[in-house]
Nanobody, 114 residues
Framework: QVQLVESGGGLAQPGGSLRLSCAAS??????MSWYRQTPGKERELVAS????????NYTDSVKGRFTLSIDVAKNAANLQMDNLKPQDTAMYYC?????????WGQGTQVAVSP
């Protein structure tokens, strides 16, 4: 079955860290992105990476704080989120384009609060 499954969300304090994972099945995960969404707002691209050129790109608000990498052995992508801020609170989704089809995970909630 072709799918993406996120994990690792939760509650963190400002300045804290969380690590999100996106496990792929049914295909090799090479190119992928993380998005986030808060109620009433459009989904926002947070970070993306291509396995062919393993250098991630980040939206300005997370540069220097988030790190995206692909774990080839686990066929998964990890988003390390450090120095979290309350404005990072959102539902986080991983995304990949597979066989000309948009594939989304179910999402994992991140909440940053004192």
């Amino acid at each position: 079955q072709v799918q993406l499954v996120e994990s690792g969300g939760g509650l963190a304090q400002p300045g804290g860290s969380l690590r999100l994972s996106c496990a792929a099945s049914g295909f090799y995960l090479m190119d992928m992105s993380w998005y986030r969404q808060t109620p009433g707002k459009e989904r926002e691209l947070v970070a993306s990476i291509s396995g062919w050129v393993p250098k991630a790109n980040y939206t300005d608000s997370v540069k220097g704080r988030f790190t995206l990498s692909i774990d080839v052995a686990k066929n998964a992508a990890n988003l390390q989120m450090d120095n979290l801020k309350p404005q990072d609170t959102a539902m986080y989704y991983c995304y990949a384009r597979v066989s000309d089809r948009d594939l989304w995970g179910q999402g994992t909630q991140v909440a940053v609060s004192p």
